[in-house]
């Protein structure tokens, strides 16, 4: 039992769903648009991965958007304007989720694979438990259902506390942590894994962290892509990732790669 991975926990938007992770994106730089405050796509990507009403709140805490928010009402954000692009975000994001639940290119056979091996398959978002009701079950009718979903509503505090994780864990019954993979795209989910004491791994293909669309990504030439793939995998690095791959279908070998360490470690 001490050598073998027994659970893999997968975010959702930008990992197994919503390549790139544009669904939330647009909704961010809309509701602040709507005050007549600009956010860029980088500035809205930062705090990708926490629960919703956090991300708004980092945001309003990236000086140049505090800036504008002050030259525009006289002072800088808060609690309450805080609040107040929240209950605007969630009904402009409850209108698109939907369309933005495709499973990406070989979540489905991955997540058989590991099934196969006994692998129980858990997960975690920056969504509430009402939006996932709306990408759960749009992503189960088109292949992708994992054995357990964990959002922030669930546990005291979202990413990058752990909380989320070892909900998973509870749920389905799993340890030692040192049998659980959580599989993310952005920094706030390899924190996320670092934080509770497991492998943590960054998918680089698809991710919010690239930011591209398959479109985007699949015209630009062999040196672009490497290019791109190397500054994401310098930011999950530096951000404490075990192991950073470019695709999810290179998670198995990983895995099997991960218990070839753990003999290592208990057999030495």
């Not at 705090?47 to 805490?61: F, S």
């Not at 509770?196 to 293909?205: L, R």
């Not at 930011?235 to 470019?246: K, L, P, Q, Y």
Request: hydrophobic share 40%.
């Amino acid at each position: 039992m001490n050598n073998r991975i027994r659970c893999c926990i997968f975010d959702w938007a930008g990992t197994t769903v919503d390549y790139g992770c544009f669904a939330p994106l647009e909704v961010f730089v809309r509701v602040f648009e709507k005050r007549g405050i600009t956010i860029t796509e980088q500035e809205a990507r930062a705090p990708m991965g926490m629960a919703k009403r956090e991300h708004i709140r980092e945001l309003c805490r990236i000086p140049r958007i505090a800036s504008q928010w002050n030259d525009r009402f006289g002072a800088d954000p808060a609690d309450s304007d805080v609040e107040s692009l929240y209950a605007d975000f969630e009904p402009m994001l409850f209108e698109c989720l939907s369309g933005y639940s495709r499973p990406i290119d070989g979540v489905i056979e991955t997540v058989s694979l590991l099934k196969q091996k006994g692998v129980k398959i858990g997960s975690t978002t920056g969504y509430t438990r009402a939006m996932m009701e709306i990408v759960a079950p749009e992503a189960a009718r088109l292949g992708y259902s994992p054995d357990s979903l964990v959002t922030p509503d669930d546990v005291s505090e979202g990413r990058p506390a752990p909380w989320m994780i070892y909900r998973n864990c509870e749920r389905l019954n799993i340890w030692p942590l040192s049998s659980v993979v959580k599989i993310g795209d952005t920094v706030a989910d390899i924190k996320e894994g670092v934080n509770a004491s497991v492998w943590s791994v960054g998918v680089i293909v698809g991710s919010s962290e690239m930011g591209l669309t398959k479109d985007a990504y699949d015209a630009l030439c062999d040196a672009e892509k490497q290019q791109n793939r190397q500054r994401v995998r310098r930011v999950f690095s530096d951000a404490g990732a075990s192991f950073v791959i470019d695709t999810i279908a290179e998670l198995p070998d990983l895995i099997e790669t991960i218990e070839e360490q753990m003999k290592g470690v208990f057999n030495g």
